[in-house]
């Protein structure tokens, strides 16, 4: 099997990742690592759209940074880095941005979403040309394929699109069309509180969310507190009973364990056992995850180190990409 380009990034709009990241993305990040050429990029210019302390925005990207590698990113295998350490992301951007219609940009259901939350006033530019800076961190490195959840599916064809578009217009090769790498199983983690919705950063409530740096006796009590239904039975039935489908979902992408051996063994049991369970598997998983981060936290200047050497290698790649582009769009 020939190796393939990955690229993936997250932004720092939190002091912590939540579960949806770990197993939506980052688990892929770690897999794929083996025998691809993988990219993986802490995106702070797409966090610059919602208009972050300058100074918490700092911590935030090292944070973010020190939670792929705590998950198992190696800097050994992979490329990591801050998107902002490579220019060429935001000229790309402009350059795409031109080839992009204002029309199709405005069909971006997380666009309509994030926009109706803040208003006209409040929503910015950026946040209009959010994935036309996305498909430009995926298409400066030549990516075959893209590790993310299912949120990010229009926006992975909007690149697509975007790329098939340059390769019309300024010839075949100008670009490498992407595909998305969606895991279906963990594709989408939802909301502890509202299992009808995302588990998100940027949730209006953390009561739902599972963020892996809390402390893990909040992180416990919350997966106790998790909304289910009135019936008994513990089966995987995302329609009927989604509270119930996210918890055996997690518990699965955790442990290993099939959905239908969790079902057999929780046989006869209550929605409490499962919980509590649960609530002990995440536990034992987050405390060293945890350690690890701190591990990496508490020496900045190897952490700096690292990101850099990773943003030195990227730009390599990204020039070339740029130079290409630049030659045959007359620039
Ligand atoms: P958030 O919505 O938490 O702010 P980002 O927009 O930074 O997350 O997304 C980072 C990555 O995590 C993306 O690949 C996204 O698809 C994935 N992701 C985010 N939330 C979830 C979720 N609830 N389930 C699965 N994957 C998710
Ligand atoms: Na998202």
């Given at each position: 099997?020939?190796?393939?380009?990955?690229?993936?990034?997250?932004?720092?709009?939190?002091?912590?990742?939540?579960?949806?990241?770990?197993?939506?993305?980052?688990?892929?990040?770690?897999?794929?690592?083996?025998?691809?050429?993988?990219?993986?990029?802490?995106?702070?210019?797409?966090?610059?759209?919602?208009?972050?302390?300058?100074?918490?925005?700092?911590?935030?990207?090292?944070?973010?940074?020190?939670?792929?590698?705590?998950?198992?990113?190696?800097?050994?295998?992979?490329?990591?880095?801050?998107?902002?350490?490579?220019p060429e992301?935001a000229e790309l951007a402009w350059l795409l941005s031109c080839h992009?219609?204002?029309?199709?940009?405005?069909?971006?259901?997380?666009?309509?979403?994030?926009?109706?939350?803040?208003?006209?006033?409040?929503?910015?530019?950026?946040?209009?040309?959010?994935?036309?800076?996305?498909?430009a961190?995926?298409?400066l490195?030549?990516?075959?394929?893209?590790?993310?959840?299912?949120?990010?599916?229009?926006?992975?064809?909007?690149?697509?699109?975007?790329?098939?578009?340059l390769?019309?217009r300024f010839g075949?090769?100008t670009v490498?069309?992407?595909?998305?790498?969606?895991?279906?199983?963990?594709?989408?983690?939802?909301?502890?509180?509202?299992?009808?919705?995302?588990?998100?950063?940027?949730?209006?409530?953390?009561?739902?969310?599972?963020?892996?740096?809390?402390?893990?006796?909040?992180?416990?009590?919350?997966?106790?507190?998790?909304?289910?239904?009135?019936?008994?039975?513990?089966?995987?039935?995302?329609?009927?009973?989604?509270?119930?489908?996210?918890?055996?979902?997690?518990?699965?992408?955790?442990?290993?364990?099939?959905?239908?051996?969790?079902?057999?063994?929780?046989?006869?049991?209550?929605?409490?056992?499962?919980?509590?369970?649960?609530?002990?598997?995440?536990?034992?998983?987050?405390?060293?995850?945890?350690?690890?981060?701190?591990?990496?936290?508490?020496?900045?200047?190897?952490?700096?180190?690292?990101?850099?050497?990773?943003?030195?290698?990227?730009?390599?790649?990204?020039a070339v990409t740029l130079d290409r582009l630049y030659e045959r769009t007359g620039l």
């Amino acid at each position: 099997p020939s190796s393939s380009r990955i690229f993936s990034g997250m932004q720092p709009t939190s002091d912590s990742l939540q579960l949806g990241n770990y197993l939506g993305a980052l688990t892929q990040w770690v897999a794929l690592q083996e025998g691809n050429e993988a990219i993986y990029c802490v995106v702070d210019l797409h966090a610059l759209t919602v208009s972050p302390d300058p100074a918490v925005l700092r911590d935030r990207t090292r944070r973010t940074a020190a939670q792929y590698l705590a998950a198992g990113v190696d800097p050994e295998r992979s490329l990591l880095f801050v998107q902002s350490h490579v220019p060429e992301h935001a000229e790309l951007a402009w350059l795409l941005s031109c080839h992009t219609g204002f029309g199709e940009a405005g069909r971006m259901t997380q666009f309509k979403d994030k926009s109706g939350k803040q208003g006209s006033e409040g929503t910015t530019v950026g946040l209009f040309t959010y994935p036309v800076l996305m498909a430009a961190d995926i298409l400066l490195y030549d990516t075959n394929l893209v590790p993310v959840g299912e949120d990010q599916r229009q926006h992975l064809e909007l690149t697509r699109d975007l790329a098939q578009r340059l390769n019309t217009r300024f010839g075949a090769g100008t670009v490498v069309v992407p595909e998305p790498h969606i895991v279906k199983s963990t594709a989408k983690i939802y909301d502890l509180q509202d299992p009808t919705a995302k588990m998100s950063k940027s949730a209006a409530s953390p009561n739902g969310l599972i963020e892996l740096l809390d402390d893990p006796k909040v992180i416990a009590k919350r997966i106790r507190s998790a909304v289910t239904d009135t019936e008994r039975e513990i089966r995987f039935d995302p329609v009927n009973k989604a509270g119930i489908s996210n918890l055996l979902t997690i518990y699965s992408a955790l442990t290993g364990r099939s959905i239908p051996e969790l079902e057999a063994s929780f046989e006869g049991r209550g929605y409490g056992d499962l919980k509590v369970e649960l609530a002990g598997v995440v536990v034992d998983w987050v405390t060293p995850y945890q350690e690890r981060v701190h591990g990496y936290l508490a020496d900045p200047a190897s952490l700096d180190e690292i990101l850099a050497a990773g943003a030195d290698k990227a730009r390599d790649i990204a020039a070339v990409t740029l130079d290409r582009l630049y030659e045959r769009t007359g620039l």
